[in-house]
């Protein structure tokens, strides 16, 4: 009776999942028959992290998604196609974005629409509205990791080059000129020193000559005496300027000195120094006369760039999900964690409070004088938690997984409808604890956004029988609802969940 009411379960589940199907695929027809928006394209430099179904925001609102992507010949870059719901009205002069989500997650592109009219010579101009298959031209890309470390790298060669420079003009020119001044000096010097013996040379000459023609020097003298009374008065004018320029020239004199014992010192240092850096001394002589550290310095930038680019590829999505068994009155709940490098590729991480506890199998053989050699089979049940971690892999509307299911092997499949909002879920496992393998079917409907699913479906289909106190296997059939939270959700949550903490912490 209790195998009958089973399968009369079970045709019925069916029945329902069939309808509702059959309904939710009409009601989706209907509403991209009726509004499926319009599409138009814009032209990238790097379309890495922007995949088929990214969002496409406005003012933090949804109002679109990336439809296609392919390289445009004629420009060489990345033509992405935008699906953009039909209320929402584009302009000739919009533009678009790329942004990051967040540290771990995927970008998304942002619209600013433009506006119907602008101003051109104290005139409103008319813009032309989008249509389909029209492209956006004005398009802001985010600057590379990669594309800061080759400035890196293209700097340092130039460094090298002015250092290269610098010493070149600290051991040629600036010494040369040093050089000529000292010799300047000291030839100056001795052409002084002729000039003093010419004048007392000359001094002689004319005393020899006052002492033989004394009455003409007097008669000379006086004539002289005439004329310098007649210059007293303009000599008596210039005396103060030319003792201020005589002032003058000896105290720059003074500092022309002063300067060029300091731009000797200087010269000296320098020379000193650059002399040390050609050796190769100190970190900068290492860095001119040693290429190892270029060579690390490359490597590592590469390795920074490959990380960096997993990272930003990187999607998180975590979900919550609790299931209300009907036979066995109890509640199942999972904790899961999906990390997807590529919208293709994921890796599912997941805990579980399975009510009916963790059953391991033991075989133990014996000998009895009754029974001779027996072999019996022991199950014994714990209440610890089961965990999986399995590899999926998409291929259109179809998934695959194997790995770990629920702390045993398994494998599992799912089958993807109306655009992710419905998903209908098979996984085989526990093949040792059981007569048969462990059979679960789910269906998954997505009741708001992308948020909020609904869950039903049977477990355990192929073991029907339930044997009351003991830990078999068997049949039966659940209801229940999940949360899912993506990069952008868990990013909100962490902000406001650590500035709740420090709030607390500061009370």
Known sequence: MRRSLAGFTVGALALVVLVTTYLLFQYTS?????????????????????????RVLSAGLRVGQVEERVLDQESGRAKVFLRIMPEIKLFENAAIAKKAASLLGEYYLEI????????SNNQRVAVRELREGDEIKTVTEPVEMGEIMNSVGETLPILRDILADVKMLTSGPVKDIAN???????????????LLG?????????????????DDVRVTLRNVREITEGLKGLVGTT???????????????????????????????????????????????????????AKNLDSITDDISSVTRGVNRLQTIVGLRMEYNYMAHNFKSYVSVQLAPRPDKFYLIELVDDPRGYRSPETIVGYSSDRGAYSDQKITTTDKLRFSFMFGKRWGPFQGRFGIKE???????????FNDHLMLSTDIFDTRSNQYPRFTARAYLGIYKKYLYLVGGVDDVFNYTRTQGTAGG??????????VFNDE??????LFGGASAAGAAGK
């Open 198 to 214: 010419r004048v007392d040379d000359i001094a002689a000459t004319v005393q020899s000559i006052t002492r033989s023609e004394a």
């Open 112 to 119: 600013d629409p433009g506006s119907p009219f602008t101003v």
């Open 407 to 417: 702390s045993t092997g398994g494998i599992g499949g799912d089958l993807f409808l």
């Open 474 to 483: 068997f049949f039966d059939w659940f209801l229940g609802a999940q949360l």
């Open 180 to 194: 000529n001044a000292n010799q300047m000096l000291e030839r100056n010097s001795v052409i002084v020193e002729r």
């Open 239 to 293: 005396q103060g300027q030319v003792s201020g320029a005589g002032q003058d020239l000896r105290s720059s004199l003074q500092k022309l000195q002063s300067s060029i014992d300091s731009l000797d010192k200087s010269l000296r240092n320098t020379d000193k120094i650059t002399s040390r850096m050609a050796d190769g001394e100190g970190t900068v002589g290492h860095l001119l006369t040693d290429d190892t550290v």
């Open 30 to 54: 209907k509403k991209i028959a009726g509004g499926g928006g319009y599409r138009v394209h814009a032209l990238f430099r790097n379309a890495i992290g922007v995949y088929e179904r990214t």
């Open 489 to 494: 959700d868990l990013k909100t949550l962490l």
